[in-house]
């Protein structure tokens, strides 16, 4: 059972690390020789990256560049291209309408290109990539997903697409990272360490927890810890009454009970009676506990030795009995007084 318990925890530290992971790169995975982790994605390395994409235009002999600087500002000479992933950027697509409809040329790849649509539309890729003609220029819209290093790692058609429209539409061709230079980036000593020395601290992180769980079964057990005792209505009553017993005074207090327990019964039935009519009363009126009613009657009219040995239990009889007369009693009050209450 505790093996069981293990595994089940350890498989949820990998399913929860690789939720963390998915969203956060906590371990991000390197495929080049550059840094895996650079937010321009032109350089970046890893599968989120475009360094595939970048490097293979270089090679083929386009004119392919990294540009700062923001393209609104200039004139519409060359094609810019602008990638998004999933990081926030300050880069907005109506800013940039005026520019092209000057005869400015511009291709935005993003994962929210489906929120985008133009009227004159020129050609398209599956619906993943759309090529518009906006007044003197021309916008090409697509998902960057199309030419990031993982994908091209395995199907090749949708950046084919975006080849013959960048070789359509001319050179030079500026990756634009201006968008991000805006945003920033906050040092980070984690983002920089090299990918097996992550993993190594996830190990230690794993250990870490592993042995903490291990040590909180051994230490820190729960005690069980013995509940509050539910003292008796009257147990002081009783005490005083063992006391009695001992000092063999026990009839002072029987006599104290019985004699309450006839002023009880009689103010129940409206009348005085004695206890040879105790029982026809008790079941004339259809009283509770008359089993314990016809002891106590047939102690008291034996009054033999029985009595006194069994004085302090006759007792707990009298005043379990004389508790069930008094609450009897204030029922009916206040079932009468709310009979009273309605018929007015």
Known sequence: MKKNKSV????????????INHYFDVLDKDIGRNSQNNESLPINTSYKGVSIFYD??????????????NFLEKSNQGIYVVTTYKESTNFDLKEAEDWIKNGGKLVYLTEHYHQYHYPDLLEKYEERAFLYSLGK???LIGDIHLITNETLLKDKEGSLFILEVLDGLGEPIYFNEYHRLLVGEMPSLYKHIPFYIKVILFQLL??????ILYLGKRFGKVERIMG?????????????????EKAESIDIVYDAFYSKLQIELNKTIKTATNSNRWIDLWQ????????????????EKENSNKRKKESLN?????????????KRREAHWKLLKKKNLSEE
Request: glycine share 4%.
């Open 8 to 19: 089940i925890i350890f498989l949820i530290l990998i399913v929860t690390f690789i939720i």
């Open 228 to 244: 509050e005792i539910e003292r008796d209505e009257n147990e002081y009553l009783y005490a005083a009454a063992n006391l009695y």
């Open 206 to 211: 794993i250990f870490i927890v592993s042995y």
């Open 314 to 326: 006759r007792i707990k009889d009298m005043d379990e009995l004389i508790q069930m007369l008094e």
């Open 137 to 139: 220029g021309k916008l």
């Open 56 to 69: 293979t235009l270089k090679k083929i002999g386009y004119d392919v560049r990294i540009d700062g600087q």
């Open 284 to 299: 004339k009126h259809n009283l509770p506990l008359k089993e314990k009613a016809a002891r106590l009657f047939h102690d």
